[in-house]
């Protein structure tokens, strides 16, 4: 059996900006670490984990402490985590907690339940002493402001202040202004198996920038954020709205039992999702139970990292070998 181990830092436009190379970097950094906790232990759940917590603890990705702000100016964070031999669990809605991946975790391994929401979450982490939450970056706080103006058009220091949700009540059609906060997110991600041929998937997220306060996405839903079976193991990033809306994760499952081929598989759900919600709505990673690993995205470009078989990390964001006209 092959080990095999593939991250993403989030579907989107990934424009050239000093953001974008604190984020490749990150990815490098975390693949590495993934990688080295993966041969360690030859355990894939301790290679996800390793591997989202990194990111978490990058700041320049859309999770953990990176975590882009609500529209309060707030932060909730979700994570889900999933493997093939019956682990499952996932939070929602945390606030306090620096890496919700490890919380999900200790759901998964430690209660009877798959997903626990907001402060009873933040609370399992305190009694557990995971490591807080600090104050979000400054460019995460440049980028809220910049969002700010785009989407009111006007200067945040003025009456409205904190009452931006009354404002967005009064002047606009919510529902539609939204729909153009909704752009594909830095959601981060990691997939593994290992040589006992256990597959396992993570998924950490700060959700949609200016969301409404109590918006949970797909990150935290199996079959959408993520999955694994024992045919593969997922992990998605994007719109959590069309995430959940097409579960491709779910689907990937279902398709790979067809083709037995992880690009295919990868490419049937993707053009199968844009038909379905359109593009610039997401993308995955996903590795199958023969090791092999492939991705697919709808976005302009997609953070990828996984070690290829020379034992080289390999980091990019440029299109695979496949076109959804194939498929």
């Known amino acids: 059996m092959v080990k095999a181990l593939i991250l993403h830092g989030g579907a989107g436009s990934w424009k050239e900006t000093k953001v974008k190379e604190k984020a490749i970097e990150a ?5 590495l670490e ?3 906790v993966l041969n360690t232990t030859n355990n894939s759940v301790e290679a996800v984990i390793s591997s989202v917590a990194c990111m978490e603890d990058s700041g320049y990705l859309n999770a953990g402490v990176g975590s882009v702000l609500d529209l309060h100016g707030g932060r909730s964070l979700d994570a889900g985590l999933m493997s093939s031999n019956g682990l499952l669990g996932a939070v929602a809605g945390v606030r306090k907690i620096r890496n919700p991946i490890k919380l999900a975790k200790i759901i998964a391994e430690e209660t009877p339940h798959v997903l626990i929401v907001g402060e009873e979450a933040d609370n ?4 557990r002493n995971l490591p807080l939450l600090p104050p979000p970056p400054l460019h995460v ?4 402001i910049d969002s700010l103006k ?4 006007l200067d945040v220091k003025t009456e409205y202040g904190g009452k931006l949700v009354e404002y967005l009540a ?3 059609n919510i529902k539609h202004a939204l729909k153009k906060i909704a752009e594909p997110g830095d959601t981060v991600g990691a997939v593994a198996i290992d040589d006992n041929q256990v597959l396992a998937a993570a998924t950490s997220t700060g959700g949609v920038s200016l969301k409404l306060p109590g918006r949970v996405g797909d990150s935290p839903i199996p079959g ?3 999955y694994a079976s024992n045919n593969i193991a997922c992990s998605a990033t994007g719109i959590g709205e069309y995430i959940i809306r097409t579960m491709p994760c779910l689907k990937a499952d279902i398709e790979y039992s067809r083709f037995d081929d992880a690009w295919k ?3 049937s759900v993707i053009k199968e999702a844009t038909e379905a919600v359109g593009n610039d709505t997401m993308g995955f990673i996903l590795v199958d139970n023969k090791g092999r690993i492939a991705y697919a995205y709808n976005t302009e470009a997609m953070l990828i990292g996984y070690v290829n078989e020379k034992g080289e990390v390999v980091v990019n964001d440029k299109p695979p070998q496949y076109s959804l006209k194939q498929f």
């Not at 399992?124 to 009694?127: A, D, E, F, K, R």
Request: aromatic fraction near 24%; charge should be positive.
């Open 170 to 172: 009064k002047n606009s």
């Open 141 to 144: 706080y440049e980028r809220y």
């Open 150 to 153: 785009k989407l009111f058009s």
């Open 34 to 36: 993934g990688w080295k």
């Open 224 to 226: 959408a954020g993520f």
């Open 27 to 31: 990815i490098r950094n975390c693949t």
């Open 265 to 267: 598989t990868a490419y």
């Open 124 to 127: 399992y982490g305190l009694i």
